[in-house]
């Protein structure tokens, strides 16, 4: 069972959200902070927005919906492949966690991006450098940046026999474009009150118009 969760899920525990608000996260248009020449201009912008971020992190918990999923760890084998960089799905208790945008609490090597360390909550200060001597950054995928986890993402979508899409439109892409790696007689469902589901699947797709909380309350019932 593999859930593929989305900036909805998290919205609920308060988390906010650039899409709610035209583009604008906090006042900053997301091109001065989401990007690497952003970093490049003005790092002590982005290392403030980003550690604002990462202080919020531990403001919220996760809900019903994070709960919900690590429950059924107890009855099937689950795996989830989240858009998002919190960790609200880990501190829910899920074990087996794929972030295809990165982690809000690591940074990384501005040179490597292989080179991650653990934030535990604390802020990344200008001149603070990785163990490799580079600027160390978040360890978040920008706008323009590849997304190499995508390569691990696309086996466990293509084992699913049972795909849950919570939270998200699938309007981001390429994360969006892992639906069509579902096999054919994988049973999906889509959680969110704007799902919009790509034509021309080879599958049915049980739409759920709810938010993430009530979603999956609807959907554990099912089972």
């Excluded at 919020?56 to 760890?73: G, M, T």
């Excluded at 474009?177 to 969110?192: H, M, Q, R, S, T």
Aim: proline share 6%; glycine share 8%; aromatic share 8%.
């Amino acid at each position: 069972m593999v859930f593929f969760t989305g900036s909805g899920i998290s919205a609920e525990s308060g988390v906010k959200t650039f899409r709610d608000h035209g583009g604008l996260w906090e006042n900053h248009d997301v091109y001065e902070v989401a990007t690497p020449e952003a970093f490049a201009k003005n790092p002590g912008l982005v290392l403030d927005f980003y550690n604002a971020r990462r202080r919020q992190l531990y403001e919220v918990n996760p809900n019903a919906a994070h709960q919900a999923i690590a429950n059924l760890q107890s009855h099937y084998d689950v795996y989830v492949v989240t858009q998002n960089v919190d960790n609200l799905h880990e501190r829910a208790g899920s074990k087996n966690v794929l972030h295809l945008h990165g982690e809000l609490d690591k940074g990384r090597s501005a040179s490597d991006p292989d080179l991650i360390v653990e934030l535990n909550g604390k802020d990344i200060l200008l001149g603070d450098l990785a163990p490799d001597g580079s600027p160390l950054r978040p360890h978040v995928v920008w706008f323009g940046e590849a997304v190499p986890a995508i390569d691990e993402a696309i086996p466990i979508i293509s084992e699913a026999d049972v795909l849950v899409i919570v939270g998200t439109s699938l309007q981001v892409y390429p994360a969006a474009g892992l639906i069509n790696y579902a096999p054919e007689n994988c049973k999906v469902y889509c959680i969110d009150p704007a799902a919009e589901i790509p034509r021309g699947l080879p599958f049915d797709v049980e739409i759920i118009k709810e938010k993430a909380v009530k979603g999956m309350t609807l959907f554990v019932e099912g089972l």
